[in-house]
């Protein structure tokens, strides 16, 4: 767990978290800061403090605050990234995230629909398309949109077949300007079996959000099933509004600062990284990457949480950090120490 995904997760429970003079400060209902919570905060306390004090000085002059709907909500930087993108190569699949869920026992199908359509209501990134004006993008947020939930019957299909048709769902693209922007799938495996495939595209999701809308789906589930309210914090802001708050402070001197920044460090890099293949690169990218497990044994594996600790790094992103050390130094070897850049993905 992140700092980021542990500060929506204590939000999610309703919990104020706050850096002042060093310590961090926290407002809790009664019981919901159990063990597991306070074991995290003892351990990600220095990365809290320094990004709870990052965002102070941030807000200070520009405080995170509900936006105008009346006017057109800009995208935030990461979503005009994605748009752009998408401009460039339409219909493509690349930037779907799918999260499937395997359900076993009875299921209240009517229950799922009214808990999805709650969850819709309750976040307005799903509600969400973008429309453009003269390739001027802008945020179009539906006041009232229900996602139906598609079923399947594949009672009796061997375990390759439906492996090939939850591929088959995930890869369908998605429309930005006429949306919707998600898709549900129930595939019923057998009477009390099923599997809930969700797919979304990244422009208005990510991984540490898909974990905060299926853990809500859940509890919105089991109150639809119980016809009791679910017990949600209310949501002070909404995505939204961060793109509005993020336009206004990088369109500030900050923009230009950190683009020196980046075209200082990045500047003499190669346009393009030639390594020896064993065979010929594609002209035109086909995202089609494979994927290599390696087993890593214990000891090393402690060696790098320490070498990462040593150098003040998070302990997930120090061991790659590492590894991204190691596997520049094996590039260089194959360019005759020639400099070029590795980057890896991050939540925005």
């Known amino acids: 767990m992140t700092a980021l995904e542990l500060i929506a997760r204590l939000r999610d429970k309703g919990i104020r978290i706050a850096a002042r003079d060093g310590e961090l400060e926290l407002d809790a209902p009664r019981g919901a800061l159990d063990a597991e919570l306070r074991n995290e905060l003892v351990a990600r306390k220095p990365e809290l403090l320094r990004l709870l004090s ?16 009346v006017q057109r909500l800009p995208l935030s930087w990461a979503q005009q990234r994605l748009w752009f993108l998408d401009q460039l190569e339409p219909n493509s699949a690349a930037y779907n995230i799918s999260w499937t869920v395997r359900l076993k026992g009875e299921l209240d199908s009517s229950a799922l629909q009214s808990a999805f359509d709650r969850l819709t209501t309750r976040h307005e990134s799903l509600r969400t ?23 399947e019957n594949l009672t ?29 799938t129930l595939l019923q495996l057998a009477a009390t079996e099923h599997i809930l495939l969700v797919v979304i595209h990244h422009i208005i999701a990510d991984g540490a959000s898909m974990r905060v809308l299926f853990r809500e789906l859940a509890a919105l589930y089991e109150a639809e099933q119980n016809n009791v309210s679910a017990e949600l914090p209310p949501l002070a802001v909404q995505y939204a509004d961060y793109a509005v708050w993020q336009r206004q402070w990088l369109d500030s ?13 990045l500047q003499g890099l190669p346009p393009l990284l030639e390594l020896p293949a064993d065979r010929p690169r594609s002209a035109a990218m086909r995202y089609r990457g494979g994927i290599g497990v390696t087993r890593i044994a214990r000891q090393p594996c402690r060696r790098f949480a320490c ?5 003040g790094l998070h302990i997930i992103y120090g061991d790659a950090c590492i590894l991204l050390r190691a596997a520049d130094a094996l590039f260089r070897s194959h360019r005759s120490g020639c400099w070029h850049a590795h980057g890896r993905s991050a939540t925005h």
């Open 54 to 69: 990052w965002s102070r000085r941030s807000a200070r002059d520009l405080p995170l605050v509900p936006a105008d709907r």
């Open 129 to 151: 398309t973008f429309p453009d004006d003269n390739g001027e993008p802008w945020q179009s947020i539906a006041e009232h949109f229900s996602v139906p939930i598609n079923f």
């Open 156 to 184: 009796g299909v061997a375990d390759e077949q439906l492996r090939v048709r939850l591929g088959k769902l995930a890869a369908g693209p998605f429309n930005l300007a006429a949306g919707p922007l998600v898709r549900v």
């Open 253 to 265: 001197e900050e923009l230009q600062r950190q683009t020196n920044y980046w075209l200082e460090q």
């Open 307 to 311: 070498a990462g600790s040593r150098a």
